[in-house]
């Protein structure tokens, strides 16, 4: 079976931040391999830079060795406590590792902290535990548990050639992709949302990634008027060749609660395609066949094709009931519809804990997997067709772990087109 930590999600998340993103390998599991000092070392030698933790009840104390564990040799060292997800640190002098950690055969003098492996109890002198700020903590204390892991950098050299190539292929995946059977030649895909859920912000991250640079061609901001009141459909040119491709994001106007906003019976004639772009939005004047620019007999390319709905996952729990109720009744109008739909939740770069080193593997962040669960309950979205982004807001240069993400959910909605192309033609 395999050996696992004791560490929970949280307490390891606090650790790696706390340690500038590190990502733990468990090493050494005292109740595993036996407690000893000698098994400590004879797993932890030789591994680059290494945590050793101590488990006493709620409490974390921990050594962390930036050079590596050696035997013969003094390594530098930091000395650190987490409880209740806070931490604190104390620096303690240079020392061979083995007189921190023994089997009992040692006499030192008055050291800072030291650990006896066999008897399982930690010492650690006043000024210590003062500094470490565990007032409630013994000199001499018995302690549960002892693990050991090596630290490695959360973005080493090896992940980011992984991600590039994904990138890549990525990128190759959606040039040539083809709209199901050739029927339309471009799928359009609906941003439904909130204001200022980073719906426009969305476009201009697709099509940052598919020029190669960080391009703000739609407006941005948080401001309720003036922006993003025109319907806009936006196509993209292929950096090398210059064609299109092969689909249209429609940017619309935000949902507002009252009487604000997309009026939501507006929805369905965005769907079938009777609106086109600039179409200018009125929250007092619904779409009505008898608009300018009203485009009567829609063919099935001019027909959004997916929608997504577009929030900010750090608003999730403020949602006024009236918007909850908004979104819910826009779900009802797209089944209606029979459209297909994604949710993309936006801004979770900004989200408490997550770290650029998280992003890479964003939908196994516990945090994260609670947000998906918000909107499954709450919203009654299914698990898989919540899709998560960090949009390019303010920087200059494009992030291929920022690329995947947003790569990703496009060939999600792409593939929801295909679906939906493919039961309108059934
Ligand atoms: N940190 C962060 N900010 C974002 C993200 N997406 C959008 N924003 C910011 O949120 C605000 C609203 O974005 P905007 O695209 O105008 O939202 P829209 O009203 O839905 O079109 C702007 O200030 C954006 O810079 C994101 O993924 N992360
Ligand atoms: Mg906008």
Not at 47 to 71: D, E, L, R, S, T
Not at 79 to 107: H, M, Y
Not at 263 to 283: E, M, P, T, W
Request: aromatic share 8%; hydrophobic share 40%.
């Amino acid at each position: 079976m395999a050996v696992t930590t004791q560490l929970t999600w949280m307490q390891e998340k606090n650790l790696q931040n706390y340690f500038g993103g590190k990502q733990f390998t468990l090493l050494y599991k005292a109740s595993v391999h036996e407690f000893s000092a000698y098994a400590l070392f004879q797993r932890c030698c030789g591994q680059g830079p290494i945590m050793v933790v101590i488990y006493k009840g709620h409490c974390i104390v921990g050594v962390y060795m930036k050079g590596g564990c050696k035997k013969e040799e003094k390594v530098s060292a930091v000395l650190f406590a987490l409880q209740e997800n806070k931490s604190s640190e104390c620096k303690i002098r240079s020392q061979l590792p083995t007189v921190w950690f023994d089997d009992g055969i040692g006499v030192w003098g008055d050291l800072e902290f030291h650990v006896n492996m066999r008897k399982q109890v930690m010492t650690m002198n006043s000024a210590t535990i003062g500094e470490l700020g565990l007032p409630q903590m013994k000199t001499t204390t018995p302690f549960e548990e002892c693990e050991a892991f090596r630290c490695e950098d959360l973005l080493g050299i090896r992940t980011l050639e992984g991600i590039t190539d994904l990138r890549q292929s990525l990128l190759s995946d959606m040039k040539m992709y083809k709209p199901y059977r050739n029927l339309v030649p471009q799928v359009r895909i609906l941003l439904l949302g909130p204001t200022g859920a980073g719906k426009s912000s969305f476009f201009n991250s697709v099509k940052s990634v598919f020029r190669g640079h960080v391009t703000h061609q739609a407006l941005v901001g948080s401001d309720t008027t003036g922006v993003s009141d025109k319907y806009r459909t936006y196509s993209i040119k292929d950096m090398l060749d210059g064609n299109l491709l092969p689909f249209i994001l429609c940017d619309s106007m935000g949902l507002h609660v009252k009487d604000k906003g997309l009026c939501v019976d507006d929805i369905a004639y965005i769907l079938k395609g009777h609106i086109s772009d600039r179409y200018q939005f009125n929250s007092m004047k619904p779409i009505t066949p008898g608009h300018s620019n009203y485009v009567d007999c829609p063919l099935l390319k001019d027909r959004i094709h997916c929608v997504a709905l577009v929030l900010d996952i750090n608003s999730l729990e403020y949602l006024s009931h009236e918007m909850i109720a908004k979104i819910k009744k826009t779900r009802r109008q797209l089944i209606k519809c029979g459209m297909l739909h994604v949710v993309l939740l936006t801004h979770v770069d900004s989200m408490d804990l997550i770290t650029k080193g998280d992003l890479t593997d964003i939908y196994r962040c516990i945090p994260v997997k609670q947000k998906l669960q918000v909107v499954h309950k709450e919203l009654g979205f299914a698990l898989s067709d919540i899709l998560v982004v960090s949009n390019y807001t303010s920087e200059w240069e494009l992030d291929p772990v920022k690329d995947v993400l947003i790569l990703s959910a496009l060939r999600h909605m792409l593939w929801a087109s295909d679906d939906f192309l493919e039961s309108v033609t059934f």
